[in-house]
């Protein structure tokens, strides 16, 4: 069955620096997102509660203060290099962010002032393709953040007068 | 609680020495990014002189990486500059910044800073231009 994947713009994660975004599945609603999915799920695990915790308030202030800049995040699977495309700098992979621990929450850093969080989980194995907790979320993860960005090419999604965020149709919606 | 949003419960209940690790921990990184490029250095040189696997800057400059003092230690050895500063250390340098007139700065009144003192203070405003 095909999956429609709506882009939920995150209303508690819009700081100065970056605006957030995540993904619903079959859902409009803001509540139903991955991201918070994620953290609803993680929230009741005490062996990742301090670094749930840390993972929380490093997106905030990364938000808050310094941007998305790439050395943030560790890059986990290479799609395609669209350097040429504005904004210069956005190098467009599917990444994850890395918590002292095995926390993993995979997203995708469009730019300095534009990351989708998605989901994650406790990686227990070395490879994310063989652990029973990450599998399907870094596999989701490289999906979306390929038709995202296919997106962007596209014009679907487009980026604002200074390159800071993106808007796109009400009704857009990326097919699975 | 129960209607409370998981935003807002992950919010309440972050301790303030976690929110203070994640505020250190960027601005450690911020400051070494700032040195590296004020060197011209990448992160493979910064590794290949502390002799480490550049996997293992790219964890120190992630800003989530619970950083030891001695790899702070190590780091500020092989870049040759201050990574962090404590406040009282900061206060005998800028007791010093604070009477001198931009203008003397590039001049040769030395006299009333050292060369040290210049340095750091060319380092502080290196790194006011990076943030900025």
């Known amino acids: 069955m095909n999956r429609f994947v709506k882009i939920i713009r995150l209303s508690e994660f819009r700081f100065k620096r970056v605006k957030y975004y995540s993904v619903s599945i079959n859902s409009n609603m803001e509540r139903d997102c991955e991201f918070y999915r994620f953290l609803e799920r993680t929230e009741s695990d005490e062996s990742v509660s301090e670094d749930l915790n840390i993972l929380f308030e490093w997106i905030e202030q990364i938000g808050r203060l310094y941007g998305a800049k790439s050395k943030f995040f560790r890059n986990e699977a290479y799609i395609s290099d669209t350097s040429a495309l504005p904004p210069p700098s956005a190098v467009m992979r599917a990444s994850n962010i890395v918590v002292k621990g095995k926390l993993r929450l995979y997203c995708f850093r469009v730019s300095e002032c534009v990351v989708f969080l998605y989901n994650g989980g406790i990686k227990t194995t070395k490879f994310a393709q063989e652990c029973p907790n990450v599998k399907e979320h870094f596999k989701l993860a490289n999906l979306l953040s390929r038709a995202i960005q296919k997106a962007i090419v596209e014009k679907s999604i487009i980026w604002n007068k200074n390159y800071t965020d993106i808007n796109y149709s009400s009704d857009f919606q990326i097919e699975l | ?132």
């Open chain 2, 1 to 132: 609680m129960k209607n409370q949003s998981v935003v807002s419960r992950l919010r309440e209940r972050i301790k303030p020495e976690q929110k203070l690790f994640v505020r250190k921990n960027l601005a450690i990184s911020e400051q070494i990014s700032s040195i590296l490029e004020n060197k011209g250095w990448s992160q493979k040189r910064l590794a290949s002189e502390m002799g480490k696997k550049q996997s293992e800057i790219s964890k120190l400059l992630s800003g989530m990486h619970n950083l030891t003092l001695q790899s702070i230690a190590k780091v500020e050895a092989v870049l040759g500059e201050e990574v962090i500063t404590t406040p009282l250390e900061a206060q005998v340098k800028y007791k010093t910044v604070h009477f001198i007139k931009k203008s003397s700065v590039s001049s040769s009144s030395t006299s009333i800073c050292t060369e040290e003192r210049l340095q750091f203070l060319e380092s502080v405003n290196n790194h006011i231009k990076y943030l900025a």
